[in-house]
C-alpha cells in the first residue's frame, strides 16, 4: 500500500466528514485517523483492512448525525413541553382566579338570600300571629261565648330567663265571671312535633306563676294527624285558620 493511496482515501473521508460534523471537529478527527493510517501502513495493514476501517468510521459519522437529529428533537419537545406548562400554569391561574371570584359572588349571595329569608321568616311570621289574633278572638267569643280582652304578644318571666309568648291575653266567661281565664297560645304556620312539645313545657310554667285558669290554644294552617292527637291527649285546643276550634 503506498502512500498517495492514503492520501486519497484520507481526502475522501475528509469531505464525508465534514458531511456529519462541524468542520473543526473533521479536522480534529481526521488527524487522529492520519496517526492510524500511518501505524497500519507501517503494520502492513491492506487496503482492505483501511477501507472497512473507512467504513467503520462512516457508519460512526452517520451514528453521530442520527443522534444529533435525535438531540435536536428531543431539545424541541422539551421546549414544546415548557411552553405548554407555562400556557397550563396561565390557564390554570386564570381559572383559579375566576374561580375565587365566583365563590366571593356566591358567598354574597347566599349571605343576600339568608338576610333575605329571615326578613322573610320574621315578616310571615308576625303575619300569622296578626291573623291568630284576630281569629282566636272570633272564634272564642262565638264558640264559648267568652269575652275576650286584646290579644297580643308578650314577654313573661316565668322561671329565671324570660320568654316570649306567641299569644297571650285573658278572657271572662259570663258563666262563672270571678276566674280570670288567661290564653296562652302558640301561632304556626305548619304546627310541628317539636314545637308543641316545647309550648307543652311553657304552658307547665304559666301554670306555676298565673293565678286563675289556663286556657292553652294553637293556631295554625295545618298539622299532621299525630302531632294534633298529642294536643287533644293533652288537653291543648286547636284553632285552625279557617276558624274551627278543635
Request: glycine residues 4%; contains cysteine.
Amino acid at each position: 500500500m503506498s502512500d498517495s493511496l492514503i492520501l486519497i482515501d484520507r481526502e475522501a473521508l475528509l469531505a464525508e466528514l465534514r458531511q456529519a460534523f462541524d468542520a473543526q471537529t473533521a479536522e480534529v478527527l481526521m488527524r487522529v485517523l492520519d496517526r492510524v493510517a500511518t501505524q497500519i501502513h507501517q503494520a502492513g495493514v491492506t487496503r482492505e483492512d483501511f477501507s472497512e476501517l473507512k467504513q467503520i468510521v462512516r457508519e460512526l459519522a452517520e451514528a453521530q448525525h442520527r443522534t444529533e437529529e435525535q438531540v435536536s428533537r428531543l431539545e424541541l419537545a422539551v421546549e414544546q413541553l415548557a411552553e405548554a406548562q407555562h400556557k397550563t400554569e396561565e390557564r390554570l391561574n386564570i381559572f383559579q382566579t375566576e374561580t375565587r371570584e365566583a365563590i366571593e359572588k356566591l358567598t354574597w349571595a347566599i349571605d343576600r338570600l339568608q338576610k333575605q329569608v329571615g326578613g322573610l321568616s320574621d315578616t310571615v311570621g308576625g303575619d300569622i300571629e296578626n291573623i291568630a289574633y284576630i281569629v282566636l278572638y272570633n272564634v272564642l267569643k262565638r264558640e264559648l261565648g267568652w269575652q275576650v280582652s286584646e290579644l297580643h304578644r308578650s314577654w313573661q318571666r316565668w322561671d329565671t330567663e324570660p320568654e316570649e309568648v306567641n299569644i297571650f291575653g285573658t278572657a271572662t266567661d259570663p258563666a262563672r265571671p270571678e276566674t280570670t281565664i288567661w290564653i296562652v297560645g302558640e301561632a304556626k304556620h305548619n304546627l310541628t312535633l317539636k314545637e308543641v312539645k316545647d309550648f307543652i313545657k311553657q304552658v307547665e310554667r304559666a301554670r306555676q306563676h298565673l293565678a286563675g285558669e289556663i286556657f292553652p290554644v294553637c293556631f295554625c294552617y295545618r298539622v299532621r294527624p299525630e302531632v294534633e292527637q298529642i294536643l287533644r291527649d293533652t288537653g291543648i285546643r286547636l284553632v285552625f285558620s279557617y276558624g274551627k276550634l278543635v
